[in-house]
């Protein structure tokens, strides 16, 4: 017995361990992206960094790293995104809850899902094969690598995530929601619109949150379509610079150890901020929705 | 999710604006689905001519504008090896923690917020983060180690979460039956509730391998190299890999255009084992939807 005691309590402390490591890593992201990234403030001050217009960080002697014109470039891009694929999502989250059932909801809930791991760099290949010269030639610019490319990739891998949330949301809304409606003589249409989706509104705008945390994260897709020039762009067919493909252009070409290689760490500390208070808005939306069906 | 059944007989002119409005509704979701089916079918129309036995069994030649793809092929079924070794104990233990030891406290509740925050944070902290740890603090260098353990970490999320799920998804009874014989909390759950869990866990490591396979931006500062002339010998050497290949012949390469079609070629071979392993995952899962009503 007492072995099998001791087995059973090795076990309990084995698996405690275990999911202890998603604080840890957690609190090691945090830690190091700090460490490395406040190491640049030794050569440039904190405000040249937060509020500076210019980046630059290659001028010899006089390297200027100004965040906004690449957090302007992040939630250009995502924004723009985000005006497509919210309306696109919802109403094919409505459509897929309110409408299929059996066999077709489980084909295209898995056609959704399938995208949702659609590797990246494999659709940024595509912007830039097919989408590159089909915007170029529709509207008589010269490169079709601008933040109208960047945006559209964005829009189409944040749908799968705005789909499956919106329609998990759609879906813990109580079936007597729907037979109230129904006894006072609305349509399916009328009830799906006017009572479903304001009952689900909270879990909707969560989906809409994770697909925002979704394309502001993105890399490999937005650096092969987005002409990359760090300006503050300002029409769809300039090229757009964000904060990842900043990243993950000069992490390779900057000394390790340099105030540049430094600033790419406070970058990513920035990005990391960005997701998280975006992951933890949508946790307590999804939690404020089921609290009010008191699930 | 039964509206048709309980819908009341309207009038003619009401029914009709409703199945309208839905038709309508429609529209956006069938515009994405085509757009889905397009891009597979463009892929492999572009992809196929290239695909031959030579292609996936030799390594790149002349300046990679001849030859194939093996050691990306090999680099990639590495560095994703690495990774599962990493994530799948971890993962697994940690979901069994979660669904079958947690109390609601404090505790568990940070550990469950940051299991999902750890979901959200984008691929290129992972990868700035595995600069920092393993490139450089544990002097692992620019390898196939540092790559799949900066992909372990990211993957760990994925794995924890369906793990959890498909454990949760047993039954109590199966638990009680066996306390209710003697046994341990851990021998229960070791032989009444783990073999029940298992096809659903391998499910989420087979759409996690997938999804592994194909990230980019973790192992681009961690280990991934534009060309070797040899395969990887040790894990402490660099490696090539299908999606930074892809991304390379695109964008890097100073003749792009000349590389293109074995840009196809390798964009297909990717694509190919990302959906040969989500396949294997969703025909395990439909078959438990059928086979086991206890399980989602």
């Known amino acids: 017995m007492t072995i099998r005691t001791a087995r059973d309590r090795a076990a309990r402390w084995t698996f405690f361990v275990a999911a202890l490591l998603g604080v840890i890593v957690l609190l090691g992201i945090l830690v190091f992206l700090f460490v490395y990234g406040v190491k640049m403030f030794r050569e440039v001050p904190v405000f040249r960094f937060l509020f500076g217009m210019v980046w630059n960080p290659d001028a010899y002697g006089q390297s200027q790293f100004g965040l906004i014109p690449l957090l302007w470039g992040s939630f250009l891009t995502t924004l723009i995104a985000l005006l497509i694929a919210v309306p696109f999502g919802i109403a094919s989250a409505l459509f897929i809850a309110e409408r299929l059932k059996g066999r077709v909801r489980v084909v295209v809930k898995t056609l959704v899902e399938l995208f949702a791991g659609f590797p990246s760099v494999v659709l940024g290949f595509f912007g830039l094969v097919v989408l590159a010269p089909f915007i170029s030639h529709l509207f008589h610019v010269s490169s079709g690598l601008n933040l109208l490319n960047v945006s559209l990739l964005l829009a189409f891998m944040s749908l799968p995530t705005i789909i499956s949330v919106s329609d998990d949301a759609l879906r813990v809304v109580p079936h007597s929601y729907r037979e109230a409606a129904f006894a006072l003589g609305a349509t399916p249409w009328t009830t799906a619109l006017r009572i479903i989706l304001p009952a689900a509104k909270s879990g909707i705008l969560a989906a809409c949150m994770l697909g925002f945390g979704r394309a502001v994260g993105e890399t490999m897709a937005v650096l092969m379509v987005a002409g990359n020039a760090p300006i503050m762009t300002k029409s769809l067919f300039e090229p757009v610079r964000t904060i990842t493909s900043t990243i993950a252009i000069e992490l390779g070409e900057s000394a390790f150890g340099s105030s540049h290689f430094y600033s790419l760490f406070a970058l990513g500390a920035v990005l990391f901020l960005i997701t998280l208070a975006t992951n933890l808005i949508a946790e307590t939306l999804i939690k404020r929705e089921r609290r009010s069906f008191m699930l | 999710m039964s509206t048709p059944l309980l819908a009341p007989r309207?009038?003619?002119?009401?029914?009709?604006?409703?199945?309208?409005?839905?038709?309508?509704?429609?529209?956006?979701?069938?515009?994405?689905?085509?757009?889905?089916?397009?891009?597979?079918?463009?892929?492999?129309?572009?992809?196929?001519?290239?695909?031959?036995?030579?292609?996936?069994?030799?390594?790149?030649?002349?300046?990679?504008?001849?030859?194939?793809?093996?050691?990306?092929?090999?680099?990639?079924?590495?560095?994703?090896?690495?990774?599962?070794?990493?994530?799948?104990?971890?993962?697994?233990?940690?979901?069994?923690?979660?669904?079958?030891?947690?109390?609601?406290?404090?505790?568990?509740?940070?550990?469950?917020?940051?299991?999902?925050?750890?979901?959200?944070?984008?691929?290129?902290?992972?990868?700035?983060?595995?600069?920092?740890?393993?490139?450089?603090?544990?002097?692992?260098?620019?390898?196939?180690?540092?790559?799949?353990?900066?992909?372990?970490?990211?993957?760990?999320?994925?794995?924890?979460?369906?793990?959890?799920?498909?454990?949760?998804?047993?039954?109590?009874?199966?638990?009680?039956?066996?306390?209710?014989?003697?046994?341990?909390?851990?021998?229960?759950?070791?032989?009444?509730?783990?073999?029940?869990?298992?096809?659903?866990?391998?499910?989420?490591?087979?759409?996690?391998?997938?999804?592994?396979?194909?990230?980019?931006?973790?192992?681009?500062?961690?280990?991934?190299?534009?060309?070797?002339?040899?395969?990887?010998?040790?894990?402490?050497?660099?490696?090539?890999?299908?999606?930074?290949?892809?991304?390379?012949?695109?964008?890097?390469?100073?003749?792009?255009?000349?590389?293109?079609?074995?840009?196809?070629?390798?964009?297909?071979?990717?694509?190919?084992?990302?959906?040969?392993?989500?396949?294997?995952?969703?025909?395990?899962?439909?078959?438990?939807?059928?086979?086991?009503?206890?399980?989602?």
């Open chain 2, 10 to 296: 309207a009038p003619r002119r009401k029914r009709f604006a409703s199945n309208a409005g839905f038709i309508l509704l429609a529209i956006p979701l069938v515009v994405f689905l085509a757009v889905i089916v397009y891009l597979f079918i463009y892929l492999f129309a572009n992809g196929m001519p290239v695909l031959n036995w030579r292609f996936l069994t030799q390594p790149p030649t002349n300046g990679m504008t001849e030859g194939g793809i093996l050691p990306c092929i090999v680099g990639t079924i590495l560095v994703t090896f690495v990774s599962l070794v990493f994530s799948i104990p971890f993962g697994i233990g940690a979901g069994i923690y979660l669904s079958e030891y947690a109390a609601n406290n404090v505790l568990t509740r940070l550990i469950r917020s940051s299991i999902r925050s750890l979901a959200g944070i984008p691929s290129i902290v992972y990868g700035l983060f595995g600069v920092a740890l393993f490139v450089s603090a544990l002097h692992l260098g620019l390898s196939i180690l540092a790559s799949g353990l900066t992909l372990g970490l990211m993957n760990l999320p994925w794995i924890i979460s369906t793990a959890e799920e498909s454990i949760t998804a047993i039954p109590s009874s199966f638990r009680e039956g066996a306390l209710a014989l003697g046994t341990t909390k851990w021998e229960a759950i070791r032989h009444n509730v783990l073999p029940f869990a298992f096809p659903g866990m391998l499910t989420g490591v087979l759409l996690a391998l997938a999804r592994t396979m194909g990230e980019t931006a973790p192992i681009l500062f961690t280990g991934v190299t534009y060309f070797t002339r040899e395969l990887p010998n040790s894990p402490l050497s660099k490696f090539m890999a299908l999606p930074y290949h892809l991304f390379a012949l695109t964008t890097q390469h100073d003749q792009a255009l000349k590389v293109r079609p074995i840009a196809f070629g390798t964009a297909l071979v990717l694509l190919i084992f990302v959906l040969a392993f989500d396949a294997v995952a969703f025909a395990i899962r439909m078959r438990l939807a059928g086979a086991n009503k206890w399980q989602v």
